[in-house]
């Protein structure tokens, strides 16, 4: 499937022009980085934070930086952003350096930085995969973190989930840790499937839902269209246009 498509631009042209977050330029509040925190512990998620920088051109850069990662990043790199809730945060909230692009935050304790990316190493295309999961430690705590917050009654029903040919993305999503966990160590041809969903939920969620006090824009800070549900139904390849119209005549 063409992520571009899933997405829901309505032409190549428009994704030609760059996807792209604009930030919330308020003043930095604790509540905001509290209140993300909150979301991440009740969805059992961890809490991947965009950083916004004072400078209001490298903020301009992190929201086109996410923007690409969206629309042009790995299926690894989406079935790992899938495991979080992902939240802008000024840079001095976080008190973390002004050339941080995304910080790991710990979704139970207050204010720890648990570890950050560069914007130089994120432009070098250094894999957001490996920095949400550098090692296995990582995933096992992710997949703890998930199994916590679900409860056993949840947990249950993700063994149904598994076998089914075309789960819904949304219930993926509400699985990701957990589901990710068990990809890992799945067969390979079992991994990228499963890979592939992750990142599919991981895009339709952030792009129907952008992170809080932000917004989606394209090119020169056009507004965000309004496609039609991200359900497949509304795209309609061109030799079934042509059906169609002949149909209708």
């Not at 604009?22 to 930095?28: L, Q, V």
């Not at 207050?110 to 894999?127: F, I, N, P, Y």
């Not at 995969?129 to 029903?157: H, K, N, T, Y």
Request: charged share 25%; with cysteine; aromatic share 6%.
């Amino acid at each position: 499937m063409d992520r571009r498509h899933f997405l829901g631009f309505a032409s190549a042209g428009a994704m030609a022009s760059g996807l792209a977050l604009s930030f919330d330029t308020g003043a930095p509040g604790e509540e905001r980085l509290d209140a993300a925190r909150r979301r991440a512990q009740k969805s059992g998620k961890q809490l991947l934070v965009i950083v916004v920088p004072k400078d209001a051109r490298l903020g301009r850069l992190h929201g086109e930086l996410f923007g690409r990662l969206l629309s042009e990043g790995s299926n690894e790199e989406l079935a790992a952003l899938c495991c979080c809730e992902v939240a802008a945060i000024h840079a001095e909230e976080l008190e973390v350096e002004g050339d941080v692009y995304l910080a790991l935050v710990h979704p139970r304790r207050e204010r720890e930085v648990l570890r950050t990316l560069k914007r130089l190493d994120a432009t070098a295309g250094s894999s957001v995969a490996s920095f949400v999961f550098p090692d296995e430690a990582a995933i096992a705590r992710a997949g703890q973190w998930a199994s916590e917050a679900l409860g056993q009654d949840r947990l249950s029903g993700i063994n149904a989930l598994l076998p089914r040919m075309r789960p819904r993305l949304a219930d993926i999503d509400r699985n990701a840790a957990v589901v990710y966990q068990l990809a890992t160590h799945a067969d390979v041809t079992t991994r990228a499937l499963w890979m592939e969903r992750l990142a599919y939920a991981a895009a339709q969620r952030l792009w129907e839902h952008a992170p809080e006090d932000t917004a989606w824009i394209e090119g020169a800070d056009q507004p965000r269209p309004d496609p039609c549900p991200a359900c497949g139904l509304g795209f309609c390849p061109e030799p079934s246009r042509n059906f169609l119209d002949l149909y209708t005549r």
